[in-house]
């Protein structure tokens, strides 16, 4: 007795000495995204997206030889869920995060991820505010993004409105209480109208359903262009309504598109533009869906969520491996030095004054017929 009661003591510490070591042969990166709620939609693909990563990164050897783990957590897409799930993930030993799909819950985050020495990469936070604070115009240190900014899609949306189409009056329906949504409208209309455009804007709330007295009044100015920087939801909802009011503009969104629009306007959405991140037919972009549809046995419902997380687990693995170490420090500073990083869909050079990508192209596509296609990458001359 005395004998097996020594030989479990022995296991048990030999158990307990190698659990670290076994621990530190795998690297966890948090995930914060919508699971559950309103932009779940978007929130599942991302945690799809960043997993398919994972998988083939580690398929490869991982990273300097060790494994990665997804840990995602639900944010319900509000700030104080965000917070409290990275507050989590951070007490768990988490050293660096991805995901936080909007600009407020990423300026929500910032203190929190700058107490904790933590790094997060997000999507779709454009709004500038998300890492660089307005207050004192410094970086936010420990918050990046790999989308471009609404300075930069309002810009890109009325050039093109304005240069290409030759539109002179432009209608936009904002949400109020939204950083991005506000944001592109100023730029749009500053853009706008200093190429000679006038802008006639209109606000509501989100969770909005009927936009019918906007439209009317909008209508009624003449515009030849209705301008959505929106979600999904509101802009399917906008373009239907329009049309149902006989009014057939330009009709022009951003980043917030979604093909689940076609399930709430149909055929009214066919004509219409899309600013976006990324081109849906460009090959590399394919290529990721194409996984997508292997693995999960369906077609993606949100490419741009998909490949973006893709994206965002490439530049932490990216930034992890050029460290070497795999505190939040070193590689919140191995992100800030990223350069020529060839990502999925662009080649990702990290500006370090405002830790959003260098030179970011978007692209102008079209909706027909159900499907979205490519029309031209558009470049701002100014």
């Known amino acids: 007795m005395k004998l097996i009661k020594n030989i479990l003591i022995a296991a048990s510490v030999i158990l307990f000495a190698s659990s670290p070591v076994m621990a530190e042969d795998t690297l966890k990166i948090g995930f914060l995204a919508t699971l559950t709620g309103e932009g779940s939609t978007f929130g599942q693909e991302q945690r799809r997206g960043a997993l398919i990563a994972i998988d083939e990164i580690n398929a490869a050897g991982g990273i300097n030889g060790k494994k990665l783990e997804l840990v995602a957590y639900d944010d319900r897409g509000r700030q ?36 904790a020495q933590v790094p997060l990469v997000a999507p779709f936070a454009s709004n500038p505010a998300a890492t660089v ?16 900014t609404d300075p930069w899609h309002g810009t890109v949306m009325a ?15 904002h949400d109020v209480g939204s950083e991005s949504s506000e944001g592109v409208k ?32 909008a209508k009624a100015t003449g515009a030849g262009a209705l301008v959505m920087p929106s979600m999904y939801k509101e802009m399917g909802l906008m373009v239907k309504q329009a049309v149902e009011l006989g009014w057939n503009p330009v009709m022009m969104g951003g980043d917030g598109f979604s093909m689940t629009m076609y399930e709430i306007a149909g055929k009214t959405m066919n004509g219409s533009y ?49 460290a070497g170490k795999y505190d ?55």
């Open 328 to 382: 939040g420090k070193s590689i919140r500073d191995a992100l800030e030095q990223t350069k020529d990083l060839q990502l999925s869909h662009f080649k990702l050079t990290m500006d370090p004054a405002t830790h959003t990508p260098l030179n970011k192209p978007l692209v102008i596509q079209q909706f027909r017929d159900g499907n979205l296609y490519y029309v031209e990458t558009w470049h701002v001359e100014q």
């Open 186 to 217: 100023q730029f749009f209309t500053e853009r706008f109208t200093q190429l000679g455009g006038e802008v006639f804007a209109y606000g509501y709330r989100s969770g909005d359903v009927d936009f019918r007295a906007q439209l009317t009044e």
């Open 133 to 148: 604070d307005p207050r004192t115009n410094k970086v936010r240190p420990y918050a990046f993004r790999l989308c471009a």
């Open 80 to 115: 104080e869920d965000v917070i409290n799930s990275a507050r989590r993930l951070i007490d768990s030993g988490i050293e660096v995060l991805g995901g936080a799909n909007s600009s407020g819950m990423v300026m929500a985050l910032a203190p929190v991820l700058e107490r």
């Open 159 to 173: 050039d093109y409105l304005f240069k290409k189409i030759g539109i002179k009056k432009a209608a936009l329906l």
């Open 274 to 322: 899309w600013s976006s991140n990324m081109d849906l037919e460009d090959k590399n972009v394919i290529e990721v869906l194409n996984k997508y549809e292997k693995k999960y046995g369906a077609k993606e419902a949100e490419y741009t969520s998909v490949v973006m997380a893709y994206d965002i687990i490439y530049t932490i693995a990216d930034a992890m491996k050029r």
